[in-house]
């Protein structure tokens, strides 16, 4: 944020989570790289390495909901 405070608007963490049913839940997630799309490559390099970071993250927490 500090390298682009207008990045705020490309990374949202956007999650949603519904009731499917008995005992199942569905989480859905916007991947933040996916978000800057075709800006990516314009973007600064500290913007792209959070977009990573986020991802990772986001990607090792619906893992550990899938146990």
Do not use: F, H, Q, Y
Not at 36 to 60: F, I, N, Q, Y
């Amino acid at each position: 944020m500090t390298a682009d405070p207008s990045v705020g608007l490309l990374l949202p963490c956007n999650v949603t989570v519904e009731l499917a049913g008995d005992a199942r839940t569905i989480v859905r997630l916007t991947d933040p790289e996916v978000m800057l799309g075709g800006l990516g490559a314009s973007m600064p390099a500290e913007v792209t390495a959070v977009a990573k970071d986020a991802r990772e993250r986001m990607v090792r927490a619906t893992d550990s909901l899938k146990r």
